[in-house]
């Protein structure tokens, strides 16, 4: 079974308007962490936001939030307001326990085109 | 403050050659590192991650290895490239304790292309 799911592979949004990246995960771990990357067309991965799994507030940074829902195990990203430069992939991660050790697992990614 | 380097940017190399991939992390110590690659216009698979000095755990069976010489490098090797080796291999570390979130820091990425 697929640890992380991104359900979209690609995504359009009008620039200035929001847009939700869809993002589920599984694990049996009751403390876990999720994050949210993004990988512009250079290549680097720049972290963006980050939810604990005992957090009771979704996590928020600028115009990045995190829509978490842990009954349905979804993590969402919402970030309002686009624009041009939000253009990348994203991609949703999990750090979870796994032989003692914390390990992180990503998803396929979703590649965000805002359009001007 | 930390850094992450990774060396060389971009490499290309014919099948059946040699590959050593090194990555090295300044301003922290006894940081979990993490090798990953991605393939063109996929995710990221994690390929090995390590605890520490020569502490290695591999996620995929694969021809490639890799190897922490000392705290704060962490090298992938391989002794015989193949053609699905080609992809962008992107090293990065992570805080054994403190830091929000404990999320992982990434080096710039090594372009690998094997013809």
């Known amino acids: 079974a697929q640890k992380i799911t991104q359900t979209q592979p690609g995504m359009f949004v009008q620039e200035k308007e929001a847009v939700t990246l869809d993002c589920t995960y599984d694990t049996s771990d009751p403390s876990y962490g999720l994050f949210w990357y993004k990988q512009p067309s250079s290549g680097e991965m720049i972290f963006l936001i980050y939810?604990?799994?005992?957090?009771?507030q979704n996590a928020t940074e600028g115009r990045y939030s995190l829509n978490f829902q842990k009954a349905r195990k979804s993590a969402n990203l919402v970030i309002s307001a686009s624009q041009l430069g939000d253009s990348a992939m994203y991609f949703c991660a999990m750090r979870e326990r796994s032989g003692g050790y914390q390990k992180v697992t990503f998803g396929t990614g979703t590649k965000l085109q805002v359009i001007p | 403050s930390q850094t992450i380097h990774q060396w060389p940017a971009t490499l290309v190399q014919p099948v059946g050659s040699p590959l050593s991939l090194e990555c090295t992390v300044e301003?922290?110590?006894?940081?979990?590192l993490y090798w990953y690659r991605q393939a063109a216009g996929r995710g990221l698979q994690l390929l090995f991650y390590s605890v520490g000095i020569g502490q290695i755990s591999s996620e995929v069976p694969q021809n490639l290895s890799a190897s922490r010489p000392q705290d704060r490098q962490f090298i992938l090797s391989s002794k015989k490239l193949l053609l699905s080796d080609s992809g962008f291999y992107l090293c990065?570390?992570?805080?054994?304790?403190?830091?929000?979130?404990?999320?992982?820091?990434f080096g710039p990425g090594t372009r690998l292309t094997v013809l």
């Open positions: 301003g922290t110590s006894n940081p979990n």
């Open positions: 939810q604990g799994s005992y957090d009771q």
């Open positions: 990065a570390w992570r805080r054994t304790t403190g830091g929000k979130g404990s999320e992982q820091f």
